[in-house]
Each structure stands twice: as C-alpha cells, then as structure tokens.
C-alpha cells in the first residue's frame, strides 16, 4: 500500500496563480482569473492563513546563500 501525503489547502489554486505569475509573456487576465478561482477556494474552505513549509535539506543551504558577505 502506498502511503500519500495529504495536498495543502487551495494548493493547485495557488501553485497555478504563482506559475502563472512568472510566465513570460506574462498573461494578466489570466492570471487575475486564476486569482479570482484561488479567492473562491479559499472562501469556500474558509481558510484564514497560509504558510509556507520550511524545506527540511535546502534550509541551510538556502540561508548560507543569503548570508554569505562579500
């Protein structure tokens, strides 16, 4: 049996709104669309706050990166 992690609330709304956010050309109205579906999620799932997971391996990584001086 394969176990599956549960997909956050609103994810696919979210991640198609910030994919859609750094396309190139960027599509406006599309991406106000995709907005206005990511806005009825999140009314319909009464969702009050988002947050961002923190990466298990890439944290330190990622803050050695920013931290680092000239």
Do not use: W
Not at 22 to 31: G, Q
């Amino acid at each position: 049996m394969e176990t599956t992690t549960p997909q956050p609330v609103c994810a696919q709304e979210a991640l198609e709104l910030l994919n859609c956010a750094t396309a190139s050309p960027y599509d406006r109205d599309k991406c106000l669309a995709l907005l206005d579906s990511l806005r009825e999620c999140i009314a319909h799932k009464k969702v009050k706050k988002f947050s961002l997971a923190e990466p298990s391996s890439a944290a330190p990584a990622e803050a050695s990166k920013g931290e680092s001086k000239p």
